[in-house]
């Protein structure tokens, strides 16, 4: 299984970026794939989930309102709209899956992970 993000850059303070997610080496139909960030000497954060098969979404009260998974994603490609970004926001953003429906936002639910992409909120 391979994951890999991109979107990542600079962005001010109340901008945007939209992330994307690419999955491979699987073939189920149902699988969920869930969003995390960490922050320099922070624990990794889990932001939003999304489960592929019946777009059912899940989010963070941290960037509820202001975070949006599409469910008009690309095959194997998931997307991540981030609207309003925050300096304390910075940090390397990544993107798991596992099998399961999108309960959890608990990294160790998730079973592969990418490399992340990194996001720096500064004006």
């Known amino acids: 299984v391979q994951l890999v993000e991109s979107g990542g850059g600079l962005v001010q303070p109340g901008g945007s970026l939209r992330l994307s997610c690419t999955a491979s080496g699987f073939s189920n139909s149902y699988y969920t794939i869930a969003w995390f960030r960490q922050a320099p000497g922070k624990e990794r954060e889990g932001i939003a989930c999304i489960d592929v098969s019946d777009s059912n979404t899940e989010y963070a009260d941290s960037v509820n309102g202001r975070f949006i998974i599409p469910n008009d994603n690309a095959r194997n490609t998931v997307y991540h709209e981030m609207n309003d970004l925050k300096p304390d926001e910075t940090g390397l953003y990544y993107c798991?899956?596992?099998?399961?429906?999108?309960?959890?936002?608990?990294?160790?639910?998730?079973?592969?992970w990418g490399r992340g992409t990194q996001i720096t909120v500064s004006s």
């Open positions: 798991e899956v596992n099998f399961l429906p999108c309960l959890s936002l608990n990294s160790e639910e998730y079973d592969y």
